[in-house]
């Protein structure tokens, strides 16, 4: 029995910390089909499933092709596609861990960094809208990709397919030779042929999608560098710290408190933490900011779950520093806390959770 529990330490933990999830995030369960979720469904039967159509983002892997196997397994019963999706994050959560491990080399650290990114409130919309879908699945896709990357020493054709498969779910993977080559500066990876692939792949990609399908017609998406943009990053800094969006101090002073309060315990580990670790530090940041590097220039278009990506990077920089056990208990309660209440807060103010739409009819 001690053998089978060690040899599936990784999944066990994921399955723990995904149940945490399913607790926390248990009504979003019958969250119902609205806004987006009607048009997907209503794309089902009317085609090859993998057409492209004219500026509509082009995603067959988490839109076209899970609509149509969630339409088929289940109709028009959302508790279905939502436990799919379920089960795609907690799949990623595991991949979650391994990263950790690979960078941290201590299993207790690892599994803090898969905690803090689960639970994390900027990504609530994954479990209540089911159009968000195009996240989850990336999420997956990337963090195996890099996984499999950083693990195989030479030319890894599983990491490049996992990768094309996040390019055909979720246009952000563009970004991810970005990390790459993060990772190629910071470690001192000599190796650039095994990150050409990517770069080429990104690229093409990349003109497929300006000149075949087109970009999004509304001024909500269009690019602006300006000093804004320096706001907006504060914005997502926020959300990844697992502030929710919106709060304000007169109605959620609690929340605030306990934000302060795990903030707290984190700068007094980062100002006694004997072992800096600057590599992981600078590889965390880099990847933070390169996972939703363009959403930082979308201000008129701002949504925490942009962050689904990039928000490894802030929990492998948080669990990197976390080192007395006390500390790191006490850490993760007041953090599981603050998503308590911060998904509390959001239940009575955001439009996701508020929207007023009912069952989504035939099709």
């Known amino acids: 029995m001690k053998n089978w529990l060690k040899k599936n330490r990784v999944l066990l933990l994921a399955v723990v910390i995904g149940l945490i999830c399913a607790i926390v995030y248990r009504d979003s369960f019958f969250s119902p089909f609205f806004q987006d979720d009607k048009y997907h469904l209503s794309l089902v039967n009317q085609g090859n499933p993998l057409q492209v159509i004219k500026n509509f983002p082009y995603r067959p892997i988490s839109l076209q092709l899970f ?12 508790f279905g596609f939502h436990l799919l999706l379920f089960l795609v994050f907690v799949t990623s959560l595991v991949f979650v861990y391994k990263l950790a491990l690979h960078f941290l080399t201590n299993p207790e650290k690892s599994l803090v960094c898969t905690f803090i ?39 890894s054709l599983v990491s490049i397919v996992l990768f094309a498969l996040a390019l055909l779910s979720n246009e952000i993977a563009v970004v991810f030779p970005l990390i790459l080559l993060g990772h190629k500066i910071i470690f001192n990876d ?20 300006y000149f075949v399908v087109g970009l999004p017609k509304s001024p909500d998406y269009e690019l602006t560098v300006s000093l804004q943009s320096l706001a907006t990053l504060r914005w997502y800094i926020l959300r990844a710290s697992n502030l929710p969006e919106g709060v304000n101090r007169s109605q959620g002073l609690f929340i605030w408190l306990a934000w302060a309060l795990q903030m707290g315990i984190l700068i007094f580990s980062v100002a006694r933490s004997k072992i800096q ?17 363009p959403f930082f220039f979308l201000p008129n278009h701002m949504s925490s779950y942009y962050l689904t990506i990039s928000l490894f990077g802030t929990s492998l920089l948080t669990a990197n520093y976390l080192e007395n056990r006390r500390l790191i208990f006490v850490f993760c309660l007041v953090y599981l806390a603050l998503t308590v209440f911060g998904l509390d807060y959001l239940s009575h103010t955001h439009w996701i959770i508020l929207k007023n739409t009912g069952p989504i009819g035939k099709f």
């Open 67 to 78: 609509y149509t196997l969630g339409w088929f397994l289940f109709g028009n019963n959302v």
């Open 117 to 155: 990114y689960a639970l994390n409130i900027s990504i609530f919309a994954n479990f209540y809208w089911v159009a968000v879908s195009y996240f989850v699945f990336a999420a997956l896709f990337l963090f195996s990709s890099f996984y499999f990357y950083v693990q195989l020493k030479k030319f």
């Open 190 to 209: 000599q190796k650039f042929r095994k990150t050409l692939p990517y770069l080429i792949m990104a690229g093409l990609f990349l003109v497929f999608r």
């Open 277 to 293: 670790r600057l590599k992981i530090v600078s590889f965390a940041v880099v990847w933070f900011l390169a996972g939703a590097l």
